[in-house]
Nanobody, 118 residues
Framework: QVQLVESGGGLVQPGGSLTLSCAASGSISSINAMGWYRRAPGKERELVAD???????NYAASVKGRFTISRDNAKNTVYLRMNSLKPEDTGVYSC????????????WGQGTQVTVSS
């Protein structure tokens, strides 16, 4: 089993920045990819960004150029640096750990709230 714990959410003004962290523990050898998803009020959960072993990254078009995903393998932690935040970035951000080789290994954190408001 893999446990994922998100942190770093909070209230920020439009144009501000925030960094989210997701720490993984447990049988982390079962996953080779981690990502961030978000659920805005009244909307479906959507991919924000993910990163695969080797450093390959993918971003939603709405955040590309503003957000950066990275990982620290020594700390088993993935980060999401969010710049130039907009009100539409508001939502619950959840960390996902998964395997690109098997659908058996998919894990989710509890989520952290990000609110962008003046």
């Amino acid at each position: 089993q893999v446990q994922l714990v998100e942190s770093g959410g909070g209230l920020v003004q439009p144009g501000g920045s925030l960094t989210l962290s997701c720490a993984a523990s447990g049988s982390i050898s079962s996953i080779n990819a981690m990502g961030w998803y978000r659920r805005a009020p009244g909307k479906e959960r959507e991919l924000v960004a993910d990163i695969i072993s080797g450093g390959f990254t993918n971003y939603a078009a709405s955040v590309k150029g503003r957000f950066t995903i990275s990982r620290d393998n020594a700390k088993n932690t993935v980060y999401l640096r969010m710049n130039s935040l907009k009100p539409e970035d508001t939502g619950v951000y959840s960390c996902k750990g998964y395997s690109t080789w098997s659908r058996e290994f998919i894990y989710w954190g509890q989520g952290t709230q990000v609110t962008v408001s003046s």
